[in-house]
């Protein structure tokens, strides 16, 4: 008896399949993932990247002749998109979900085009069409930072760990949106208010560092004011020292 309702619900799922497979495709539902209000990408762009520049029809195609696979492979090909879905239902419409990168820094390189570094540390192209709000780095090191990606390599995860301790710092990311990074790694703050250059040397002791500048700007600089010290070092230990 258990056999038989094996075999018949073996018999339905091979049914549904079936009439799946000879469904046509009516239409293409594309969704793209902008939580970070980034827009690199565009519907009309994932249309474009699964029909090859409309070299190639799935409305009107049958469903058995379209390989998810394949679409999913082309969409990532985008140099923005993180993840993609492709799926297709008993009504003959296929799904694309989308999900972007999130920049989370960007790499100015002197005689180079820019990169950003995604929050997952990969390096990431500039985009004609958008530019994303982020921290911005510069200096002679960069060149080397945007060899390769940051997260999984030991030099490049110190300035990854940095970058992502200010911007999910709801107090340090507006207040600190811009740093140099000199020929020796070191690393120059440049705050949005007041003209003072922050010295926080090699991106290392992080609680300790990020500790003294949260005392700079909660405690030291609102008594003494904003424009009192045009440079301050956080980087010796058990010290803060401003000029």
């Not at 879905?85 to 989308?98: A, E, M």
């Not at 940051?150 to 200010?166: A, E, G, M, T």
Request: with cysteine; charged share 25%; net charge positive.
């Amino acid at each position: 008896m258990a056999l038989f309702w094996v075999l018949i619900i073996f018999s339905l799922m091979a049914f549904v399949h079936k009439r799946q497979q000879n469904k046509i495709c009516q239409k293409v539902n594309v969704s793209i993932d902008n939580e970070y209000d980034n827009y690199f990408i565009e519907n009309e762009d994932v249309q474009n990247l699964m029909t090859r520049n409309e070299k190639e029809n799935l409305i009107n195609n049958i469903h058995e002749f379209i390989n998810l696979k394949e679409l999913e492979k082309r969409i990532k090909s985008h140099g923005f998109v993180e993840k993609v879905v492709v799926s297709k239902d008993l009504k003959g419409q296929i799904s694309v979900d989308v999900i972007q990168y999130q920049p989370l820094v960007r790499l100015a390189i002197s005689g180079q085009a820019d990169v950003y570094v995604s929050s997952t540390g990969k390096i990431l192209p500039m985009s004609n069409r958008f530019t994303a709000r982020c921290m911005v780095l510069s200096g002679a090191y960069n060149s080397l930072l945007a060899q390769k990606d940051w997260k999984k390599d030991s030099l490049r995860s110190h300035y990854f760990n940095f970058v992502q301790r200010i911007t999910n710092d709801d107090f340090l990311s507006p207040l600190l949106p811009q740093a140099d990074i000199n020929w020796k790694g070191e690393i120059f703050i440049y705050p949005q208010v007041g003209k003072q250059v922050i010295d926080f040397g090699n991106p290392t002791e992080l609680d300790i560092k990020f500790a003294k500048i949260q005392l700079l700007y909660k405690k030291i600089i609102p008594t003494k004011g904003w424009n009192k010290y045009s440079f301050v070092s956080v980087k010796y230990k058990d010290q803060i020292i401003c000029e």
